[in-house]
């Protein structure tokens, strides 16, 4: 049986570029970039080159990368190291100092800011609407002159939908421009572009194994003033990622890191097309299918590889096994979520009962999809509503 996999959002196949740039660093050239000889030396300049090349992705300055273990090590980093950072100046604000998330972040985000609650931070948790989109005007009523950070993701994992960004910043900055404002964009990389100066943010976090890179790397765009004044590292030991991050640079992962962000670059808009074909083509197969099905979050405002979608009466374990089982591989919500039987929080935010939340499904697309997999794959939800019909 060929399985077909349809969770490009839970993570993706390391490309074989990437590949091939990896493995010197393993073996080969497998110095300790913080060593003085000419082996450190050699794996200094391959982060280096690295780092550089990111920062042209992101149009930013070589300095301000900071590699991390995952994304949510880099969100745990933008949300507790401005924390950090704060008290570092002895903050001396009205009351308690307050962050502001949306309230379908990643859990990275959310529970962050759930534990730095129970630190004594001030946390709003913005809503969403029917369509997913966050509420910009409540985030310009949370700003107070209390604020120290704002973090709204570019694209959610869950449902896809893309959050008015640019605007965001706008607001945020305009009250005061001190509060820094970050996004997380791993799940928006791969389609659309994350120009910093462009979208305005000054924190920004990015996932390797989401766009066919290796799993267990992240990174965090930190704008240049912020360094070492507002944020501080989370975690202590060498002086590694100007000081920010501890830990011998893992040299081959950073290196395909790159690499990966490097091919985005230059496939993006190609492949944000024809994923976007082969997505409508099943939405409108599946409808066609299961007259029933309703669709999650906004379609137009949404990263073209996602579709979340609800199927009334059929609870989403039950579906997603006998997806397997036929070969057909999909998700809950997220792949975090994927072990813990319960509703989705993001169906929930956007105001739907928890029948509802626990009866969607998350189908995404990505560089393997092809239209022969789609109809396969509805070929087979047909036969399992056939069967229980
Ligand atoms: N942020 C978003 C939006 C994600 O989708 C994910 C992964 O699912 C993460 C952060 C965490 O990424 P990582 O697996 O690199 O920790």
């Known amino acids: 049986m060929k399985r077909i996999?349809?969770?490009?959002?839970?993570?993706?196949?390391?490309?074989?570029?990437?590949?091939?740039?990896?493995?010197?660093?393993?073996?080969?050239?497998?110095g300790n970039a913080g060593s003085l000889h000419a082996f450190g030396q050699g794996a200094s300049r391959a982060v280096f080159l690295a780092r550089e090349q990111v920062a042209q992705a992101l149009g930013c300055r070589y300095k301000?990368?900071?590699?991390?273990?995952?994304?949510?090590?880099?969100?745990?980093?933008?949300?507790?190291?401005?924390?950090?950072?704060?008290?570092?100046?002895?903050?001396?604000?009205?009351?308690?100092?307050?962050?502001?998330?949306?309230?379908?972040?990643?859990?990275?985000?959310?529970?962050t800011a759930r534990d730095l609650e129970r630190e004594g931070?001030?946390?709003?948790?913005?809503?969403?609407?029917?369509?997913?989109?966050?509420?910009?005007?409540?985030?310009?009523?949370?700003?107070?002159?209390?604020?120290?950070l704002?973090?709204?993701?570019?694209?959610?994992?869950?449902?896809?939908?893309?959050?008015?960004?640019?605007?965001?910043?706008?607001?945020?900055?305009?009250?005061?421009?001190?509060?820094?404002?970050?996004?997380?964009?791993?799940?928006?990389?791969?389609?659309l572009s994350c120009g910093v100066d462009d979208l305005g943010c000054d924190l920004l976090t990015l996932s390797a194994h989401k766009i066919y890179g290796p799993k267990g790397i992240g990174l965090l765009y930190v704008r240049e003033q912020v360094i070492g004044n507002r944020l501080h590292g989370i975690i202590t030991g060498g002086h590694?990622?100007?000081?920010?991050r501890a830990g011998t640079e893992n040299t081959p992962y950073i290196v395909g890191s790159a690499k990966a962000?490097?091919?985005?670059?230059?496939?993006?808009?190609?492949?944000?097309?024809?994923v976007h074909k082969l997505r409508d083509y099943f939405w409108t197969k599946l409808r066609a299918i299961v007259p029933s099905a309703e669709l999650n979050g906004s379609l137009g405002v949404?990263?073209?590889?996602?579709?979340?979608?609800?199927?009334?009466?059929?609870?989403?374990?039950?579906?997603?096994?006998?997806?397997?089982?036929?070969?057909?591989?999909?998700?809950?919500?997220?792949?975090?979520?994927?072990?813990?039987?319960?509703?989705?929080?993001?169906?929930?935010?956007?105001g739907y009962s928890s029948d509802r939340a626990s009866q969607s499904v998350r189908f995404t697309f990505g560089r393997g999809t092809t239209r022969e997999d789609l109809d396969t794959a509805l070929r087979v939800i047909k036969n399992i509503f056939k069967k229980s019909s």
Not at 6 to 26: I, K, Q, S, W
Not at 136 to 145: H, K, M, T, Y
Not at 240 to 244: A, D, H, N, V
Request: aromatic content about 8%.
């Open 150 to 191: 704002v973090s709204v993701q570019y694209a959610n994992n869950e449902i896809g939908t893309i959050q008015p960004i640019r605007e965001i910043a706008h607001i945020v900055h305009d009250f005061n421009k001190q509060i820094l404002f970050h996004t997380d964009a791993v799940q928006a990389f791969q389609y």
């Open 261 to 274: 962000i490097g091919l985005v670059e230059v496939t993006r808009e190609r492949e944000a097309k024809r």
């Open 302 to 350: 949404r990263i073209p590889n996602n579709l979340n979608v609800y199927f009334p009466g059929r609870m989403t374990s039950d579906f997603l096994i006998a997806l397997d089982v036929a070969g057909v591989a999909a998700s809950p919500g997220s792949a975090c979520q994927a072990h813990v039987a319960e509703e989705s929080y993001v169906v929930k935010a956007l």
């Open 240 to 244: 590694q990622e100007f000081g920010l």
């Open 64 to 111: 301000e990368i900071i590699f991390t273990g995952s994304a949510t090590e880099a969100n745990n980093l933008a949300l507790r190291g401005v924390v950090r950072g704060l008290r570092g100046m002895d903050y001396r604000g009205p009351g308690k100092p307050r962050i502001i998330v949306s309230a379908i972040e990643h859990g990275s985000v959310l529970e």
């Open 5 to 30: 996999y349809l969770d490009y959002a839970a993570t993706t196949p390391v490309a074989p570029e990437v590949m091939v740039a990896m493995r010197p660093y393993f073996s080969a050239k497998f």
């Open 121 to 148: 931070v001030d946390v709003v948790y913005i809503p969403v609407n029917r369509e997913g989109i966050v509420d910009v005007a409540a985030i310009r009523a949370a700003l107070d002159e209390r604020t120290i």
